[in-house]
């Protein structure tokens, strides 16, 4: 059983590049999310979808958008690149809501923007 | 915004000891997790605590909540190297939709 995955594992990225993280997971949850982990600073949620056709803003959303392009699919993307977005990002997914539910993790990407 | 604050910062240990790491929360909560996250790797949910209860254990674990002080505690007891690793508290927010993770205690277990 794969969990969450996620695509890239590691990238680096020069200032205004784009790019798409990528995540799947295979339990059939119908919630996902999107965090980002700083030294120092725990992990702070950017976006999540809490059903299929649906996404709302987290804590930090600025200079990100996303799709669910499917129950299993859950994206991320960065338009144009800056310094302050490099981080470890970290895809989760729950079977309901998450204050009732575990969420389970992918092993996130490493993103390295210069 | 930090809804929960993990103590201490870090907490190193031998094998066979017992750790105890604590979490303070700010707003009242529905429930509050425990993750742990070894290094290079995503977190992993260990125990779920709802607001109506004051302990819960499974394994090793012991979790206690108490809602008046908005405080929690996990203990692991007869601690082993492969417990080193970083925890984490998350609280749940009034709508349930989201958690708010705390920063982490770092485990070192030594052999």
């Known amino acids: 059983n794969a969990g969450v995955t996620q695509t890239p594992k590691f990238q680096v990225l020069k200032t205004g590049q784009s790019m798409t993280l990528q995540c799947a997971q295979d339990?059939?949850?119908?919630?996902m999310y999107w965090y980002r982990q700083d030294p120092g600073m725990g992990l702070r949620l950017i976006y999540y979808s809490a059903s299929e056709g649906t996404t709302d803003k987290g804590e930090v959303p600025n200079g990100y958008n996303v799709s669910r392009l499917n129950k299993r699919e859950f994206s991320l993307r960065l338009e144009s690149a800056a310094p302050s977005q490099t981080s470890v990002y970290f895809c989760?997914?729950?079977?309901?809501?998450?204050?009732?539910?575990?969420?389970?993790f992918g092993d996130g990407t490493r993103l390295s923007i210069l | 915004s930090q809804q929960g604050e993990e103590d201490p910062q870090a907490l190193s240990i031998q094998e066979g000891e017992n750790a105890t790491m604590n979490c303070s929360y700010k707003t009242s909560i529905n429930n509050l997790q425990w993750y742990r996250q070894n290094s290079g790797r995503g977190l992993v949910h260990l125990i779920l605590i709802r607001s109506n209860e004051r302990e819960k254990h499974s394994g090793r674990l012991r979790v206690t909540l108490d809602t008046s002080k908005k405080s929690s505690s996990l203990l692991i007891t007869a601690s082993r190297a492969a417990d080193t690793a970083s925890y984490f508290c998350?609280?749940?927010?009034?709508?349930?939709?989201?958690?708010?993770f705390g920063k982490g205690t770092m485990l070192l277990v030594s052999p």
């Open positions: 998350a609280t749940d927010n009034s709508g349930y939709s989201t958690l708010t």
């Open positions: 989760a997914s729950s079977a309901g809501q998450a204050g009732n539910q575990p969420q389970h």
């Open positions: 339990m059939n949850h119908n919630s």
